[in-house]
């Protein structure tokens, strides 16, 4: 019995579609079965990173801790709630550790790096880090426009303490026969001039902790 070519060419069109299906099914449950390993080699590791911090010189270790910030979105404010993998202390710092396996924590993943910062900005700790488990490797992430604020914060400081320092002369100048007043002022606005430079000194050395 002669197949015509047409029908031939059905069945071969079929065959190859049912094929092409078959291996896309197949590779996406190959890659379900990667991430549910990733994941839980994630969280056997996960496990082990207070031990490891332990040895890295890390006290007063909390894992998981939670943390709310408010943000408006129209209007409306919205309750966002943080879970950074721990919290810990070393040579008189707080740190926010993030816990990562693999790939995942590189600098070049930008979800980390918007994690990392968003931790970073609404957590009051003194710097923020990585740790690969797989590695070993742990890695502070100095993120630049922290210093950008503190210079800001100098410069506003600095031309309050002038103006201070202005207001001071001033006052002697006008006032020369009211000594009480004058000392009144020179010593309010000194005391806030002396502020000020505990607050310049205080920024520009977490500035350069960072």
């Known amino acids: 019995m002669e197949i015509k070519p047409i029908y031939l060419a059905i069945v071969v069109g079929v065959v190859v579609m049912l094929a092409y299906f078959s291996w896309c099914a197949l590779k996406m449950k190959l890659g379900e079965l990667r991430v549910k390993r990733?994941?839980?080699?994630?969280?056997?590791?996960?496990?082990?990173?207070?031990d490891v911090l332990r040895k890295m010189g890390f006290r007063d270790i909390v894992e998981q801790p939670v943390y709310n910030y408010s943000m408006n979105?129209?209007?409306?404010?919205?309750?966002?709630?943080?879970?950074?993998?721990?919290?810990?202390?070393?040579?008189?710092r707080t740190y926010i550790i993030d816990i990562k396996t693999g790939g995942v924590g590189m600098v070049d993943n930008a979800k980390t790096r918007r994690q990392l910062l968003e931790y970073y900005t609404y957590i009051p700790a003194d710097g923020v880090m990585m740790l690969n488990m797989d590695t070993k490797e742990l890695h502070e992430y100095d993120f630049p426009y922290t210093k950008a604020r503190s210079a800001k914060n100098?410069?506003?400081?600095?031309?309050?303490m002038g103006l201070s320092l202005s207001v001071s002369a001033f006052a002697a100048i006008l006032m020369p026969n009211n000594q009480f007043a004058i000392q009144i002022a020179c010593g309010l606005f000194g005391l806030l001039s002396a502020i000020c430079i505990i607050s310049i000194i205080v920024n520009e050395r977490k500035s350069s902790a960072n």
């Open 154 to 160: 100098n410069a506003i400081l600095k031309a309050v």
């Open 38 to 50: 990733a994941r839980k080699h994630g969280l056997e590791v996960e496990k082990y990173a207070p």
């Open 73 to 92: 979105i129209g209007g409306h404010n919205v309750e966002v709630e943080l879970t950074p993998d721990i919290i810990a202390k070393r040579h008189g």
